[in-house]
């Protein structure tokens, strides 16, 4: 199967518009690249924890692909879409864990997987992405950069790839983007 940017785009499209056989094929051909994707969110979290990689993947997949208002541009932007959808899963799970603890109604997501986000990790989900909030409206650019690596686990050549930059523009924008982030949450 050709797994070319060109192909890709046109599976969306159609996927978009219905087509089955085009979800089915598409999802063939990106779906290790997703699993990646939601393996680096969850990279380094205790195992005994609800939420999982394949959940996260196949929620953000659900999302994403069956939106009709989606515009398709490329490759690119649909894996720039998946990192900001996976961002909002982790952020909506967080949030609702937090509303869990004060009393709010609980939720069990089922899956088979080994790794999982840990209660830990949950406020900082939360801060990362009040302070992503902040740093889109000061550098966009960065933003895209911090939720692709952070919430997509995308690494700084693949990042690079899909907002067609520099590997080294990329590393100093990364740099620069987790200082900011440091200072903003008071890490060393």
Not at 11 to 25: K, M, S, V, Y
Not at 114 to 143: E, G, N
Request: some cysteine.
């Amino acid at each position: 199967m050709d797994a070319s940017p060109g192909n890709i785009t046109a599976l969306l499209l159609q996927a978009r518009d219905g087509d089955t056989t085009a979800e089915e094929r598409l999802l063939s051909l990106v779906y290790d690249d997703l699993r990646r994707m939601a393996h680096g969110c969850m990279r380094g979290e205790r195992a005994n924890h609800t939420l999982q990689p394949t959940a996260l993947l196949h929620e953000a997949w659900i999302k994403l692909v069956r939106d009709s208002e989606i515009d398709w541009q490329n490759r690119a932007h649909f894996f720039a879409l998946t990192a900001r959808s996976m961002r909002r899963i982790l952020v909506e799970y967080a949030r609702a864990r937090g509303s869990s603890k004060r009393g709010g109604q609980r939720f069990r997501v089922e899956l088979r997987d080994d790794l999982t986000i840990s209660d830990d990790a949950l406020d900082t989900i939360l801060f990362v992405d009040d302070a992503l909030q902040q740093l889109l409206k000061w550098d966009p650019r960065q933003a895209q950069i911090v939720e692709m690596r952070y919430f997509g686990g995308l690494t700084e050549d693949e990042i690079a790839a899909v907002l067609r930059l520099s590997t080294r523009t990329v590393k100093r924008e990364w740099s620069m983007a987790r200082a900011w982030l440091a200072a903003k949450l008071g890490a060393v």
